[in-house]
């Protein structure tokens, strides 16, 4: 019986309690300086557990109750609310809501090699000015680089210029065959002058 007289009162409470409007929230979200839209903002209501973003323009658009509280919030941004009016007069309200940056100063860390300061002092003066030279002059040495330069990939420029030899064939081979060297009288020239020069002569 308590039971039942209970439930009644609830469901007396629940018929007495006026019904929220509901309305059409929609806005545009700026930065500080009204210059630049910020999509994807996330806005929700907390109490009610959902909520929409922001697209690429700044627009939003969602459902809310009069009375809702509406959070904005956004990775580095101040988060910001806005309460809907009780005493809307039309079924929608529309915003213009610009969000500053949330600036913040992290604490100075210092970071040393060592566990302190003393011993980092001590490693210091333990360094080998000599096997450190000799270690930077074998890194140097024309071996080296000359195999190091061996094993490097071609740079922007050789590849951009490869690009344009391979399409400069492929126009040749498009409107007629490849000439052969041994067939053009320019080249039998060049190449009689260079042994006149002597450009062949080997060198003892």
């Given at each position: 019986?308590?039971?039942?007289?209970?439930f009644?009162?609830?469901e007396?409470?629940?018929?007495?309690?006026?019904?929220?409007?509901i309305?059409q929230?929609?806005?545009?979200?700026?930065?500080?300086?009204s210059?630049d839209?910020?999509?994807?903002?996330?806005?929700?209501v907390?109490r009610?557990?959902?909520?929409?973003?922001?697209?690429?323009?700044?627009?939003?658009?969602m459902?809310?109750?009069?009375?809702?509280?509406?959070?904005?919030?956004?990775?580095?941004l101040?988060?910001?609310?806005?309460?809907?009016?009780?005493?809307?007069r039309?079924?929608?309200?529309?915003?213009?809501?610009?969000?500053?940056e949330?600036e913040?100063?992290?604490g100075?860390?210092?970071?040393?090699?060592?566990?302190?300061?003393e011993?980092?002092?001590?490693a210091?003066l333990a360094?080998n000015l000599d096997d450190?030279?000799?270690?930077g002059?074998?890194?140097?040495?024309?071996q080296?680089?000359?195999?190091?330069?061996e094993?490097?990939?071609?740079s922007?420029?050789e590849n951009?210029?490869?690009?344009?030899n391979?399409?400069?064939?492929q126009?040749?081979?498009?409107?007629g065959p490849?000439?052969?060297?041994l067939?053009?009288?320019f080249?039998w020239?060049?190449f009689i002058r260079?042994?006149k020069r002597?450009?062949?002569?080997?060198?003892?």
């Amino acid at each position: 019986m308590t039971a039942g007289f209970f439930f009644s009162i609830q469901e007396g409470v629940a018929q007495d309690a006026p019904e929220r409007k509901i309305l059409q929230l929609s806005g545009i979200i700026l930065n500080a300086d009204s210059t630049d839209a910020i999509p994807g903002v996330n806005i929700y209501v907390p109490r009610k557990g959902r909520g929409t973003t922001s697209n690429q323009f700044g627009y939003f658009s969602m459902p809310v109750a009069a009375g809702d509280s509406v959070v904005f919030s956004f990775i580095g941004l101040q988060r910001q609310s806005y309460v809907i009016p009780d005493q809307a007069r039309d079924d929608k309200v529309s915003l213009v809501l610009t969000m500053a940056e949330d600036e913040f100063t992290l604490g100075e860390i210092e970071v040393m090699p060592y566990p302190t300061e003393e011993e980092f002092k001590a490693a210091v003066l333990a360094i080998n000015l000599d096997d450190e030279i000799t270690l930077g002059r074998g890194n140097l040495s024309p071996q080296l680089l000359l195999r190091w330069a061996e094993e490097m990939p071609a740079s922007g420029n050789e590849n951009f210029r490869g690009f344009q030899n391979q399409q400069l064939m492929q126009l040749q081979d498009r409107h007629g065959p490849r000439s052969l060297p041994l067939l053009n009288p320019f080249a039998w020239r060049d190449f009689i002058r260079s042994i006149k020069r002597g450009d062949l002569r080997r060198e003892d």
